[in-house]
Nanobody
Framework: QVQLVESGGGLVQAGGSLRLSCAAS????????MAWFRQAPGKEREFVAR????????DYADSVKGRFTISRDNAKNTVYLQMNSLKPEDTAVYYC?????????????????WGQGTQVTVSS
């Protein structure tokens, strides 16, 4: 069992930056592929970024490439999402997720554990 707790969300102006953190419980954090998803009001939950077990492989949604960076610290059981050049369309609840497999295309169904989410609001 893995419990995930996100933090770092908030209100920021367009062009600003935020850093999200996700702290995981358990002693097997390095066994999991970690990902961030987001869900805007009235929309489906969508993939944002993922990082493989050792942090060597990362993958991003086209909409955030070049602006967001995912990283992990296995010693601290924590995954991060650095978000720069934020846009109003980045406004959403951001969720951390953990799964055991790294498939060709990231899917919600790959992830077994989810956090409660943290709100990110970008004002124009």
């Amino acid at each position: 069992q893995v419990q995930l707790v996100e933090s770092g969300g908030g209100l920021v102006q367009a062009g600003g930056s935020l850093r999200l953190s996700c702290a995981a419980s358990g002693r097997t954090f390095s066994s999991y592929v970690m990902a961030w998803f987001r869900q805007a009001p009235g929309k489906e939950r969508e993939f944002v970024a993922r990082v493989a077990w050792s942090g060597g492989n990362t993958d991003y949604a086209d909409s955030v490439k070049g602006r967001f960076t995912i990283s992990r610290d296995n010693a601290k059981n924590t995954v991060y999402l650095q978000m720069n050049s934020l846009k109003p369309e980045d406004t959403a609840v951001y969720y951390c997720a953990a799964g055991l497999i790294y498939t060709l295309v990231a899917r919600k169904s790959d992830y077994d554990y989810w956090g409660q989410g943290t709100q990110v609001t970008v004002s124009s």
